[in-house]
């Protein structure tokens, strides 16, 4: 019993003294497609990127951050919720996006930045951004694919500044890929967007109706025009005048009249007087001896 129990408390020791120096991370692990970034004593920063089990100074030298080597996304805004921006015409609407990228140059990474992840996403989110509320609200909804495609080719390609780096040459990493996840209305601007274009259908549908009405006046107008012709043309008129005459006379529906202020012996009838100046047409000669009926006297017809 008594070497039971010297055995278990060795055994108890060693595993108690293992412990502590690995929570201590004196003795520390680099995984595959991973680095650990080291700062030892005086300030001096180095990469171990060697796959394996290595061992540092307590209190001489502290783990830094462990870096991954493999792709890794990071969300528009720094969330995966959708982030509020304002395009060109000053609407309102809702955008999700996710930039995949993978570091090669660790040194520039984790050695030539303080706070690498914060760094990025500040610039990754100002140039996307930019290039999204440059646009107009109808390419933002409706061309997605060559807006993607333009900030993909700026975030690979373009300098953060004027004559400034890349974000691949500022931070040495890959751009992988970026994908616009989503661009949307708000739900009140969407309200309104249906209203919208419920209200359009109906302003069209009225501007069609506008429109039979128009061609059916003009087919009445071109009639009324051509029964205006004729008629000048069977009295024998050829003046201007006896055109606006004529209409005036038609329009106002005065035949009645008109024949009521003939005369025997007279020639011309008087259609329209209202400026002083008299309209007048010519027709033909009365035949007052042809046209007298039976019992009729002074040379007057019945009618």
Known sequence: MRRLLAL??????????AAAIYATK??????MNYAVVLERFGGVRQAVTEVGWHARLPYFTRIEQEVPLMNQTMPLGGSPAPMRIISKGNV?????????YRIRDL??????????LELLQGDYDGIVKDILQAQDVDRLISDRETIKEAI???LKSRPI???GPTLEKKYGIEVVSFVLKESRFGDKLVEASEEKKRRELIAEAENYAADQEASR??????AYLDG??????????????TNAALLEFLTQQKWATAYEKQQQGQNTVVIQNTQGNTPAIALPAFDAAKNRPKGGTHGQTAN
């Open 8 to 17: 278990i408390t060795v055994v108890g020791l060693i595993y108690g003294l």
């Open 26 to 31: 004196t003795i520390f692990k680099v995984k």
């Open 92 to 100: 309102a609407l809702w955008t999700s996006g996710v930039l995949t």
């Open 107 to 116: 040194h520039r990474w984790a050695i030539e930045n303080l706070n690498p």
């Open 152 to 154: 993909f080719k700026a």
């Open 161 to 163: 500044n004027v004559g």
């Open 217 to 222: 006046i003009r087919k009445l107008y071109a």
């Open 228 to 241: 205006i012709k004729n008629l000048q043309h069977a009295v024998g008129g050829k003046d201007d005048a």
